[in-house]
């Protein structure tokens, strides 16, 4: 199982996933509006995921 | 004797013969320019915006400031705070003709967009240290850039904006707080934080995002705002050879801008103004 956080909805999940790719089309998430983490690593959308792996979707943010 | 309490923790006479360059005073850039005037250190600030009643919730001004420039604002504010400091400003927006502003010891990106981001880093690429920092709401982000802009935003993005959903103060004060540190860092030599750090003041969480360059050194036509592409070529170009092989506006020594609106860095960034993804891809083959 993969640890999911998604931002934007502060919802957190375990979920089974192969690959990042997987998690954005299962979990309807718009992978223009955000960064994604892998173990606290920027990640690219076609990473392979592995049991225990934690990953972040966060917002991008553009204020200041 | 201003100093007297902070010259224990660090070197002032070091940090008063430096300059930094604040783009966008908002609630972010009023803070930054704040915290590093009482430091000494020297500043250009960069804003184009006046005064608005919106703004006084989370930025430095106050009721009396409403419809003045934020750069005459803010400079007057701070030579108040310390008379001691040199500051310069431009009232203008940042764009491809007015860069060479940014030349100073450190440049903060404290804007609301991609587009004007993605300029300064094409500017400061392998040349200035510089720190890209936002905030929306309860969140703040703070990154001293290490290699390029395009390491973080890599791929086609929406943002936010912060007129729609505005900053809470406190996110504010951190992330300025945060950012100026790695400033003073970064001025003093001294080492600086090396990941993108991220941070919810109202669900109390901290992260340390590690960035890696891209690891293939990809030719990525990156789409900005207003029809603005950037590009990285990750190779070294000659700019003489360029700028008499093209109609030339400007030409510095580490950047040329063409026409029509290219800005071409010495270190193989561009970024294409006002065009479209043709005439970009039609324009690189002519390199």
């Known amino acids: 199982m993969v640890k999911v956080f998604i931002e934007r909805q502060n919802k957190k999940m375990n979920v089974k996933a192969k690959d990042i790719d997987g998690l954005i089309k299962n979990l309807n998430i718009n992978k223009e509006e955000v960064i994604i983490v892998k173990n606290n690593q920027l990640t690219p959308r076609n990473e392979k995921l592995k049991d225990n792996d934690e990953v972040k979707f966060l917002s991008v943010i553009s204020g200041g | 004797m201003q100093y007297q309490r902070v010259r ?142 395009s390491d973080l935003y890599h791929k086609n993005i929406s943002l936010d904006s912060c007129d729609e959903h505005g900053i809470l103060n406190t996110t504010s004060f951190m992330t300025a707080s945060i950012a100026v540190t790695q400033a003073i860092k970064i001025l003093l030599n001294q080492p600086h934080e090396k990941d993108l750090i991220r941070f919810n003041i109202w669900n109390n969480t901290f992260d340390k995002i590690k960035l890696k360059p891209l690891r293939k050194k990809e030719i990525q036509i990156i789409k900005l705002c207003r029809n603005n592409y950037s590009i990285n070529l990750h190779k070294k170009l000659d700019l003489n050879i360029l700028s008499k092989k093209y109609r030339t506006i400007l030409k510095k020594d580490n950047i040329i801008i063409i026409k029509p609106r290219i800005i071409i860095n010495r270190n193989g960034y561009i970024i294409f103004e006002d065009t479209n993804k043709e005439e970009v891809e039609k324009w690189l083959k002519s390199l």
């Not at chain 2, 070197?11 to 604040?22: A, F, S, Y």
């Not at chain 2, 803070?31 to 919106?54: H, W």
């Not at chain 2, 860069?99 to 903060?108: F, G």
């Open chain 2, 8 to 149: 224990r923790i660090i070197n002032i006479d070091e940090l008063k013969k430096k300059t930094v360059t604040i783009v966008g005073l908002g609630s972010l850039g009023s803070f930054m320019a704040l915290l590093l005037a009482k430091n000494g250190v020297n500043l250009n600030l960069i804003d184009f915006d006046r005064v608005s009643i919106e703004n006084l919730s989370s930025q430095i001004y106050s009721r009396k400031d409403i419809g003045k420039y934020k750069t005459k604002t803010l400079a007057k504010y701070l030579k108040k705070t310390n008379k001691d400091i040199k500051i310069k400003i431009l009232n203008e927006r940042l764009n491809s003709l007015n860069i060479n502003i940014l030349d100073s010891d450190l440049v903060i990106d404290c804007t609301d967009n991609l587009e004007t981001r993605f300029l300064i880093d094409s500017y400061c690429y392998k040349k200035i240290p510089w720190i890209h920092t936002a905030a929306l709401k309860t969140i703040g982000l703070v990154y001293v850039v290490n290699n390029s802009l």
